[in-house]
């Protein structure tokens, strides 16, 4: 079995984890498997043999960046090698410049927005603002992408920012497109700018749907993640050593990508 690397988990403070991760099974309207404190995190992880993880949380305000930031490098810092962190910005923030900047002195290595959750067009001009700065500071972007019920982080919305910042890495969360992952993908794999990840994905698709999402995007672009604590890693994992990837194309899957994309050494 290879190493795997975890790139996409919720994490929050003990005190408000479960009702945070109720809150996020409340949006897409469906069960959630755990609660989102660091310590289930670790114990699914490791019956998972998950090795490393990639750790973040969302503002929903602006006031809420700095304490995300400073709880998530916190927990990298605590975690003995064990995670790496990436951070949060808003749209709305007054000081955007200098919240990347703590971003990159914390040590995380990147940012994760939410846009539908977070409720901004990720092209409009607070959008992009947020992929100059990430462009300038050399931070992989991960956007959630897709939902049939909003226009703020579909197709669409992305191809503008691909388009617009081609030096730019941008993992598009779920496919690059949660519900719309067929339309997503057809028009997103030319971008080479983009990887994806295949977190809250096979819960919803056919094995066969699967399977082309691989063929368009390619191995050596798709990151491997369980959206914890929306679901269990081992079954993630079960799903993917199922359809018949290749043991190179598992293992660029499964922590070669990540490792490249986060600087993470095992």
Same mark, same amino acid.
């Given at each position: 079995?290879?190493?795997?690397?975890?790139?996409?988990? =919720?994490?929050?403070?003990?005190? &408000? +984890?479960?009702?945070?991760?109720? @809150?996020? *099974?409340? %949006?897409?309207?469906? #069960?959630?498997?755990?609660?989102?404190?660091?310590?289930?995190?670790?114990?699914?992880?490791?019956?998972?043999?998950?090795?490393?993880?990639?750790?973040?949380?969302?503002?929903?305000?602006?006031?809420?960046? =700095?304490?995300?930031?400073?709880? &998530? +490098?916190?927990?990298?810092?605590? @975690?003995? *090698?064990? %995670?790496?962190?990436? #951070?949060?910005?808003?749209?709305?923030?007054?000081?955007?410049?200098?919240?990347?900047?703590?971003?990159?002195?914390?040590?995380?290595?990147?940012?994760?927005?939410?846009?539908?959750?977070?409720?901004?067009?990720?092209?409009?001009?607070?959008?992009?603002?947020?992929?100059?700065?990430?462009?300038?500071?050399?931070?992989?972007?991960?956007?959630?992408?897709?939902?049939?019920?909003?226009?703020?982080?579909?197709?669409?919305?992305?191809?503008?920012?691909?388009?617009?910042?081609?030096?730019?890495?941008?993992?598009?969360?779920?496919?690059?497109?949660?519900?719309?992952?067929?339309?997503?993908?057809?028009?997103?794999?030319?971008?080479?700018?983009?990887?994806?990840?295949?977190?809250?994905?096979?819960?919803?698709?056919?094995?066969?749907?699967?399977?082309?999402?691989?063929?368009?995007?390619?191995?050596?672009?798709?990151?491997?993640?369980?959206?914890?604590?929306?679901?269990?890693?081992?079954?993630?994992?079960?799903?993917?050593?199922?359809?018949?990837?290749?043991?190179?194309?598992?293992?660029?899957?499964?922590?070669?990508?990540?490792?490249?994309?986060?600087?993470?050494?095992?």
């Amino acid at each position: 079995m290879f190493p795997v690397i975890d790139t996409h988990c =919720h994490i929050y403070p003990d005190k &408000i +984890a479960l009702k945070a991760a109720k @809150g996020i *099974g409340s %949006f897409y309207d469906i #069960g959630m498997h755990y609660d989102g404190r660091l310590d289930t995190l670790k114990a699914v992880s490791a019956k998972a043999h998950v090795v490393h993880s990639v750790i973040f949380s969302v503002a929903t305000t602006p006031h809420q960046v =700095h304490s995300i930031n400073t709880f &998530i +490098a916190q927990n990298v810092r605590d @975690g003995g *090698g064990r %995670f790496t962190g990436l #951070g949060t910005l808003h749209p709305d923030s007054d000081t955007m410049e200098d919240d990347v900047k703590e971003i990159v002195s914390l040590g995380l290595k990147g940012v994760k927005l939410h846009p539908d959750v977070q409720q901004f067009p990720i092209d409009d001009p607070r959008g992009m603002r947020i992929c100059e700065l990430c462009d300038a500071y050399h931070l992989p972007l991960l956007i959630h992408t897709g939902d049939y019920r909003y226009d703020f982080s579909n197709v669409n919305r992305l191809i503008p920012i691909l388009e617009a910042f081609p030096n730019l890495q941008v993992i598009g969360a779920h496919f690059g497109g949660w519900s719309l992952w067929a339309q997503a993908a057809e028009a997103l794999y030319k971008f080479d700018n983009l990887a994806v990840d295949s977190s809250s994905t096979f819960h919803w698709v056919s094995r066969d749907t699967a399977k082309k999402l691989f063929s368009l995007y390619g191995a050596d672009r798709v990151l491997f993640g369980s959206d914890f604590p929306m679901w269990d890693p081992k079954d993630e994992i079960e799903y993917l050593l199922g359809l018949g990837l290749s043991d190179d194309e598992l293992a660029q899957v499964f922590y070669k990508n990540a490792q490249k994309m986060f600087e993470i050494t095992l």
